[in-house]
């Protein structure tokens, strides 16, 4: 064994801008996912065995360690890259610390984070419940061992076809945005309930919140005409946006859903549910708030409104994103503008999309395991297509990289291999995954 050297970003960068009965986490089930009991915000462990070739490496402790700094250690026997290393105990301790901070809310992972059977599995053993954006994703939950009644569909449009799947699977609640998608739902899921999802204007998340979700002014209109098409007007739903960094960004989308709360009540309509969305970020380069503090700020908030409601959240990356190592190789380096260019055989095209998507604000931890007598240089990392797009990470220092070199990049698991797709543009291929169970 021998100890990498880790990247150190030239500057923190700004925070990554910044769907019956009563809910619970559910049982515990059988535990195929072994127990760690790494919290999300505490020190992690990544470590990982690969079949016979015994590519053995480990993480440790992000947050004992000077920020941006990532100590691994890695053996010479190495599977071919790019890959996802997926370690699904660390999934699962994730999870759990969310279950433990929000114990009055009722935890569905976002499938659309990570879908692979194996993860949704680990996470239906450990007690949590899913939210689905899509038909396949609702039937990879059921799949996992979910009870279909369980499942949120809150993909505020969704094909026609799609809601009949649910529906018919024991599906029954649907987000909406719209008359066009109420009347839909009516057709399709007749009689099931509807979460309406509201427009909350989020600032300093990463994405564009604006597309989804109507005015809370507009809700009392859309829950009498839900109630009108035999549908049930059950909840209200909004989502702060992907990474948000402040705990408060809660508190005015919960208000404004009290405020309709009041309105519906004057026409006798009660919600029974009001889904907070995800948003709950995952540590890059800065370390986000504690857990305690997201709990908080919710509970405060919840406990203003009108009348008790049940809570439940969709959170994605905060449990799936610490899961994750991508594994790289250096094919390729020179220097340009005063940074050294380094190519990996994978980038924006090939799993780490949201580097564009975020203005390569998200600052994923890099390192270069096993070096050490190295001078650090500056250096761009970018992906192997012949796209000027195709760029990961800028300034960040490493111990000058070589062609051949494994380039390890953190905090990877989520929105990466599941976003990449499978044409393989410019002839890449998007990275395997590779388990590393209990």
Known sequence: MYQGTPAVPLHSGKAARAGRGAPDHGGTGMNTCGGRGAALTGRALLGFAVGKIAADMAWHGMKAAPRGRVPWTVTAAQPATPYLLLDLARAKDSFAGLA???????????????????????????????????????????????????????????????????????????????????????????????????????????????????????????????????????????????QTMDPAAWDGPIRECGQV??????????????????????????????????????NDAAARLPYPVRLACEPGRAIAAPAGTMIASVIGTAW?????????????????????????????????????????VPCTLTGPSCDSQDTILDEVRLPTPRAGDRVLIGNAGAYTTCYSGRSAFNGYPAPTVRLRAA
């Not at 026609?160 to 024991?170: K, Q, T």
């Not at 949201?354 to 203005?359: K, M, N």
Request: net charge positive; charged share 20%; with cysteine.
């Open 100 to 242: 433990a901070a929000l114990p009055g809310v009722a935890v569905h992972y976002a499938v659309k984070a990570n879908p692979h059977p194996r993860l949704l599995a680990c996470l239906h053993a450990a007690g949590c419940r899913f939210e689905a954006a899509s038909w396949a994703e609702v039937r990879a939950a059921i799949r996992a061992g979910a009870e279909p009644s369980t499942v949120l569909f809150t993909h505020p449009v969704k094909p026609a076809g799609d809601i009949a799947r649910a529906h018919r699977a024991g599906v029954w609640r649907f987000a909406a945005d719209s008359d066009a998608e109420l009347h839909k739902i009516a057709g399709n899921a007749p009689g099931s309930a509807v979460l309406l999802r509201l427009d909350t204007a989020a600032d300093g998340a990463l994405g564009d919140q604006g597309k989804f979700g109507i005015p809370p002014g507009r809700a009392p209109e859309l829950a009498r005409l839900a109630k009108s098409l035999g549908l049930n007007p059950y909840g209200l739903a909004f989502h702060v946006g992907s």
């Open 261 to 298: 709360m009041t309105v519906l009540a004057a026409d006798g309509i009660k919600i029974a549910m009001l889904d907070v969305g995800g948003g709950f970020p995952a540590r890059y380069d800065t370390d986000p708030p504690p857990l305690a503090s997201y709990a908080a700020a919710i």
């Open 336 to 376: 340009r503008h005063g940074r050294l260019r380094v190519s990996l055989d994978t980038g924006a095209f090939h799993g780490l999309i949201e580097a564009l998507e975020s203005g390569r604000e998200l600052r994923f931890p890099v390192t270069i395991p096993g070096v050490r007598d190295r001078a650090i």
